[in-house]
Every structure is written in structure tokens, then in C-alpha cells.
């Protein structure tokens, strides 16, 4: 029998499909182009931190692997773009694999400070590597071109942005509801109990961590070429931790917490407006509070309450 479109994807489509309607010029594009990018990238990091239970915070390492992967491939050897992005996800999903058995064994502090340092080479190379990389100063990407057309305004990124959203949102709900997804949330509950239960942990723990890569490189590349230009900053400490900040605010383990605290944190900046320097500012008191008052993150945590309220 086929299954119904999940409630939550079907709501996510219509807010989709109406939300350019309210759009008074470019700059809303822009935006939610943005955000649709960050959801992507926050919904792979969910799979490890929700999922899995393995916290990272130097998942933007694998952002911008992705992103200088698919620039250096269209700019330097004439890959076509589609092609330099399966090359970039192929080359992450490699690195994920290979770090992935030797860091996963470790737990705790020692796996968050394990993220961290991948995260600081990544953010190293990228900046030293000028001959390849443009250095600290960035390199030009240039535009993604599918047979010749050309994506050339914001509402063909939009359209592109929104379908892959809508492609990574039904992946994941897909993966928590199958026996992998099922034995990744027993891992995250009890890891001793699933190994008890039969259950190869190491091994889930590592298809965990690589799909997340992937997703993160995808959104890379994506990043890249509507940007244009790419700076390391896209690999940097700061990306991470909003990243990881994002999946924690909207609720770990919760596809659409991951999406809506991508859209929190990534319209936040634009609404502080000339108070930049105060952005983290702004993030530490957002995770803090999140913390106190919503341990489990806004939308499992509105639900649950909705449901109690409902009885």
C-alpha cells in the first residue's frame, strides 16, 4: 500500500509554493535562497547530532570542502557544474568515510574536540592553498548552467533551492522511519543496549556521519555558485557552530526543527541589521535559553505541548 506524503512535507510544499507571493523584491529571494541552503546543511548535521547522538562542530569543513571542490573543478579543469558537484559530494563522502572509523570511536568531549580540529585543517588548507583556493581573499565560482541554460535570477535558484529542500526533507523523514533510521535512534538512546541488541554501531555511526557530509557538501557547492564568490570563512568555526546551533534550537532529531532553526538563525542577522558585531552575541543567548527553557528544542517541544493541551 502507498504511503501518504507526510502532514509536515505537505505544509512545507504550500508554504513553498505561496511564500514568493509575499516577496516585494529580490532581496526576499535572496533570503530565503539562503535559508533553504542552511536547512539542507542543518537537516545532513540533524542526521549525526539528532540521529546518531554525535555531536560536530566542524561540520562546515565538509560546506567547504563541497564549495572549493566544485569552484576548482568548473574553473580550473572546465567541469561542467553538475558534474564538479557529484565530483565534490563523491571526494566529501571519501574523506567522511576515511576520518570517520578512527574519530567515531571516540565520545563525548574528545569526539566534539576531535570535529573541532578537522574543522581548523579544513579552515587552514583552505587559507594557505592560495595557488589553488584564491587564499584568504576567496576565488570566483562561476554560474550553474544545466545543458547550456543558465540559472541567471533568484527565482530559478529559488524554484531549485525549494525542490532540493523538499528532496532532502523527505530523504531524512524516510530515514527515521526505516530500520536504519530505527537502530541510529537506538544508538543515540543507549549505545550499549543497541549493541546488545545486535545492532553494528560502528557502522551506523560512520553512514551517519558520511551522509551528513554529503549533504553539507551539496549545500557547499550550491552556496558557490548562487554566491559567485567563496571565502575559507564558509569552512570556519563560526559556520560550524551555527550549524550546530541551528540543529540544538530547533529541536534534535526533528526534521523540521532542523529547517526552521536554519530559518531562524539565518533571518536573524538580516533583522539585527548594523549590529553585526553582536551576531554571536545574539546566537549564544538564543542556544542559552533554548537550553533553559526548551531543553528539547522549539518544535519538539511546542508539540509536545500542543498535545498535552489537546487531551
Do not use: C
Not at 527565482?155 to 532532502?168: D, E, H, I
Not at 523540521?256 to 539565518?266: C, D, E, P, R, Y
Amino acid at each position: 500500500m502507498k504511503r501518504a506524503l507526510h502532514p509536515g512535507l505537505v505544509a512545507t510544499l504550500v508554504i513553498l509554493v505561496l511564500l514568493p507571493f509575499t516577496f516585494p523584491n529580490s532581496y526576499f529571494f535572496d533570503v530565503a535562497i539562503r535559508v533553504g541552503l542552511s536547512a539542507i546543511a542543518a537537516i545532513g548535521l540533524n542526521l549525526l547530532m539528532g540521529f546518531a547522538g554525535q555531536v560536530s562542530i566542524g561540520h562546515a569543513g565538509f560546506l567547504g570542502i563541497g564549495a572549493y571542490a566544485s569552484a576548482i573543478l568548473t574553473s580550473s579543469y572546465g567541469w561542467p557544474p553538475l558534474a564538479a558537484m557529484l565530483g565534490a559530494a563523491v571526494l566529501v563522502a571519501l574523506l567522511a568515510f576515511l576520518i570517520a572509523k578512527p574519530m567515531l570511536k571516540l565520545k563525548g568531549h574528545a569526539l566534539t574536540i576531535a570535529t573541532l580540529g578537522f574543522g581548523i585543517i579544513v579552515l587552514i588548507v583552505l587559507t594557505n592553498e592560495g595557488r589553488w583556493t584564491g587564499g584568504p581573499d576567496g576565488m570566483s565560482v562561476g554560474p550553474l548552467a544545466v545543458a547550456g541554460w543558465q540559472l541567471g535570477n533568484e527565482k530559478q535558484w529559488y524554484v531549485l533551492v525549494a525542490l532540493l529542500l523538499l528532496v532532502a526533507i523527505r530523504l531524512s523523514l524516510n530515514l527515521y522511519d526505516s530500520p536504519a533510521g530505527r537502530a541510529l535512534r537506538a544508538l543515540h538512546g543507549a549505545e550499549v543496549a543497541a549493541k546488545v541488541a545486535g545492532i553494528d554501531t560502528a557502522a551506523y555511526k560512520v553512514r551517519a556521519f558520511v551522509i551528513s557530509a554529503v549533504f553539507a557538501s551539496v549545500a557547499g557547492s550550491l552556496t558557490a555558485h548562487y554566491s559567485g564568490f567563496i571565502t575559507p570563512g564558509l569552512a570556519g568555526f563560526l559556520r560550524s557552530i551555527e550549524l550546530a546551533t541551528m540543529v540544538v534550537v530547533g529541536g534534535m532529531a526533528s526534521t523540521f526543527g532542523a529547517v526552521i532553526g536554519a530559518a531562524l538563525l539565518t533571518v536573524l542577522p538580516q533583522l539585527l541589521g548594523g549590529l553585526e558585531s553582536y551576531e554571536m552575541v545574539a546566537f549564544g543567548l538564543i542556544l542559552m535559553l533554548t537550553m533553559i527553557f526548551l531543553p528539547r528544542g522549539l518544535v519538539p517541544t511546542l508539540r509536545e505541548r500542543l498535545r498535552r493541551a489537546g487531551k
